[in-house]
């Protein structure tokens, strides 16, 4: 892939990264309110643990995905961090290089005028 699709992805793992987390958030906080809600409506006792059961399943599943989104998106980040690095790299590597070359280039320029004057 090329960088600029690594960084789409890398940006749109981040976004649902940032809804999960919000996602999560609001499901913990309406947790009491399902419980509330239940017994406003007069459900029986098992019907209101089944719903407040149902919705702790839902947050122990959002938990889950976000663990496995902060992973990913972890993974993504060491990636591209990686990958950030060995051009880095190279580009010093070639820059090393040109420098050198344009060093050789002006040493045997200036021998060829040194000769040309004898």
Do not use: W
Request: charged share 30%; proline share 1%; net charge neutral.
């Amino acid at each position: 892939m090329n960088g600029i699709c690594d960084v789409a992805e890398f940006l749109e793992s981040a976004q649902m990264l940032v809804f999960a987390c919000e996602s999560l958030k609001f499901l913990k906080s309406s947790l009491p309110i399902v419980f509330i809600h239940c017994l406003k409506l007069k459900m029986s006792s098992l019907e209101a643990e089944k719903a407040y059961g149902d919705t702790l399943n839902g947050v122990v599943e959002v938990e889950e995905k976000h663990r496995v989104m902060v992973h990913d998106f972890t993974k993504i980040t060491r990636d591209l961090q990686s990958r950030l690095d060995e051009k880095e790299a190279k580009a010093a590597d070639i820059y090393e290089t040109f420098r050198a070359f344009k060093t050789q280039i002006a040493l045997q320029v200036r021998v060829m005028m040194t000769l040309a004057k004898s």
